[in-house]
């Protein structure tokens, strides 16, 4: 497919986004991470959608986050209880702080679905600690490849913290898709630094 330069107007209500898609395909040395942060890790086999939709929301309001929100409950449950997806909670004392979810489901590879702290988390080394913790699981399986893709809505700094943690570009690609705010799925006042059209 063959884009023509320059700019192209998009309809009110949609969003545009840069996607850049990371991979790995071998095991990095974890980074160092400050010690005695107040984290454990929390594997949530069989996790109840509810929560699995809270935690999403919490963690992607202010990134956009909505295809999981979209779902129905049985095109969720198909994805998030599969065997070969695993969802993690990091958890600071009896709270939810993110959501690490890992999907084995193509032989040979996993790819870095989901990761993201809540607001109150970022910026405390729980990133760092977290994206440790992918890694080891993530390579705990026989796989060749670990891969992930953010875009432009999410933190600025993602794809440099992917770089740290051992990823390399390998793709970009333009994704259009209805702004969440303009079908209610969040609030008009979410993400305020991406003006709603």
């Known amino acids: 497919m063959s884009l023509a330069d320059?700019?192209?107007?998009?309809?009110?209500?949609?969003?545009?986004n840069v996607v850049t898609n990371l991979e790995m395909c071998e095991r990095p040395p974890l980074r160092p991470q400050p010690h005695a942060l107040p984290y454990e890790l929390q594997r949530m086999e069989h996790p109840a959608l509810d929560w699995y939709r809270s935690i999403f929301r919490r963690v992607g309001e202010s990134y956009l986050w909505a295809s999981r929100l979209l779902m129905t409950d049985?095109?969720?449950?198909?994805?998030?209880?599969?065997?070969?997806?695993?969802?993690?909670?990091?958890r600071a004392g009896s709270e939810d702080a993110g959501l690490l979810e890992l999907d084995f489901r193509n032989a040979g590879e996993c790819e870095l679905t989901f990761f993201g702290l809540t607001q109150e988390h970022v910026g405390k080394g729980a990133g760092r600690w977290l994206m440790n913790r992918a890694v080891e699981i993530a390579w705990s399986h026989p796989i060749?490849?670990?891969?992930?893709?953010?875009?432009?809505?999410?933190?600025?700094s993602a794809v440099d913290f992917y770089r740290r943690s051992g990823f390399v570009p390998f793709k970009r690609q333009i994704e259009i898709h209805d702004d969440p705010r303009a079908i209610g799925i969040y609030p008009k006042s979410a993400a305020p630094h991406v003006p709603l059209l």
């Open 74 to 90: 049985e095109q969720l449950a198909a994805i998030v209880r599969d065997p070969a997806v695993e969802i993690y909670a990091p």
């Open 144 to 156: 060749r490849r670990f891969w992930v893709h953010t875009c432009t809505l999410d933190h600025p």
């Open 6 to 16: 320059g700019y192209t107007d998009l309809p009110p209500g949609k969003l545009a």
